[in-house]
């Protein structure tokens, strides 16, 4: 399987409406240089003349002509497409009926072991989509037969206050452990015991704070600073510690590695790249503001649309860091084996993580690009139009971008990280997962 060039087109797609909505928050006009800019310009690049720069400034007419020319070949185009769409599904089907577990209504259930040439031991590690669905059919493959004794949570306190069946029968023998990310140990956390039957969106609602400027309640905020405050709790323990002491006892681990906020920090980030946060905020703090995220939502979300998976890929590995990390330590105890981790549909957080496990077990990228293109069915199947992508306002972003799998998403995504970290080892050097922890991440899953 070849790595598409599609990333590429998506860094382009991304640096087009940077500019667009730049252009619109300046409100004046993109004009072309003077020529003797352009002469001056092409002197520092080393070339003469200045026919290049005039001929990019004349682009309107020849796209004009162009646009017009690809439209009477679209009906062509398109319906290829469709054909070329159809036949990736049907693969997919044959593939996920002999990989996928054989749940009634848990979704996307598979062995990492399962991948193509994979250098999982069976029966030690699992994917899959949220498990609160699950029928006494289910949970009995789910919980005997499978003997899971780990469970992790990835989604957002905002999924999971929108699950009706967060605290479901089939949670029932589990000791719920909230993390906690801290900004004063961002490398580690720290996490919290519930109380049985307690959960854990409780400790959220009982310290919830207004800002006496606003008359709403500043949702992403309090979440933020509920991250700094519950480390104080004595109840808390550095998420370290804890992990020294052997569990003996079947857990459930809640990790949200994402919220909306944290990605439409990182859309700024990215403007702000591009020097144009000094146009788009009037104050750096801004942004921490429900009230002017809301009036500036609308060019966020485009932006992420236009990024499309790629992208949201990119800012989970850079915001969700602190979580990764925590969830490969659990999985890199073999005490806590059998464990499965999972977020909505599990496909693009559960996919992220997947695809580190399986390059530090030795995994090669066309196994982990297959396994993830397996995922592409998933939303269909569950029927569920609301679950889209991740703790994003889902019904805002676009579902042809966001709810299949495309193969070539996972491929760039591979790409992304080999030419921002140097390698998926180099990325998890970055977030604090050292050689040791990888070692013994590989020892607990592919050594008898």
């Not at 797609?13 to 300046?26: Q, R």
């Not at 493959?141 to 989604?155: A, E, F, H, Q, Y």
């Amino acid at each position: 399987m070849k790595f598409s060039t599609s990333y590429i087109v998506q860094l382009s797609l991304l640096t087009a409406s940077l500019l667009t909505v730049a252009d619109g928050f300046i409100n004046r006009p993109l004009v072309c240089p003077s020529r003797k800019e352009q002469e001056q310009r092409q002197r520092k690049q080393g070339e003469g003349g200045s026919g290049s720069m005039t001929s990019t400034c004349s682009t309107t007419t020849t796209t004009t002509t162009t646009t017009s020319e690809l439209r009477s070949s679209s009906i062509t185009t398109e319906t290829t497409d469709e054909e070329e769409e159809k036949k990736f599904k049907q693969e997919i089907r044959e593939l996920c009926s002999t990989r996928n577990m054989p749940f009634e209504k848990v979704k996307n259930c598979r062995d990492l072991a399962s991948v193509q040439n994979s250098p999982i031991k069976s029966g030690r590690i699992f994917r899959t989509g949220r498990l609160g669905d699950a029928t006494a059919q289910d949970q009995t493959l789910l919980l005997k037969d499978l003997g899971i004794m780990t469970l992790v949570d990835l989604r957002s306190p905002t999924e999971l206050k929108d699950d009706p069946a967060l605290m479901a029968n089939v949670f029932k023998d589990f000791t719920d452990i909230v993390w906690i990310e801290s900004r004063r140990n961002k490398k580690s956390g720290c996490v919290r015991v519930l109380e049985p039957g307690s959960s854990p969106l409780d400790k959220q609602k009982s310290n919830k704070k207004t800002n006496p400027n606003d008359s709403v309640m500043m949702d992403d905020e309090e979440e933020d600073a509920f991250c700094e405050y519950a480390c104080e709790d004595p109840k808390s323990q550095p998420a370290n510690t804890f992990l020294e002491t052997p569990p003996r006892r079947k857990e459930r681990h809640f990790v949200s590695l994402m919220n909306e906020f944290k990605y439409v920090r990182g859309t700024v980030t990215k403007l702000r790249k591009r020097d144009l946060t000094r146009s788009l905020l009037k104050a750096p703090g801004a942004v921490l503001s429900k009230r002017i995220w809301n009036s500036l939502k609308k060019p966020f979300l485009k932006e992420i649309n236009d990024g499309g998976l790629t992208m949201l890929n990119d800012l989970l590995l850079r915001f969700g860091a602190p979580g990764i990390k925590h969830v490969l330590d659990l999985c890199a105890d073999k005490e806590r084996h059998p464990i499965a981790f999972y977020c909505t549909a599990g496909k693009d957080r559960t996919g992220m993580i997947t695809a580190i496990i399986l390059t530090v077990c030795g995994a090669k990228p066309p196994e982990i690009v297959e396994d993830y293109s397996l995922s592409a069915n998933v939303y269909a199947e569950m029927n569920d139009h609301q679950a889209m992508v991740g703790a994003l306002s889902q019904r805002s972003l676009d579902p042809k971008t966001f709810l299949g799998a495309p193969p070539q998403v996972m491929a760039d995504t591979l790409l992304s990280i080999e030419e921002q970290y140097g390698s998926v080892e180099g990325y998890c050097d970055f977030i604090g997962f050292g050689p040791e922890q990888r070692e013994k991440l590989k020892k607990a899953l592919t050594e008898d």
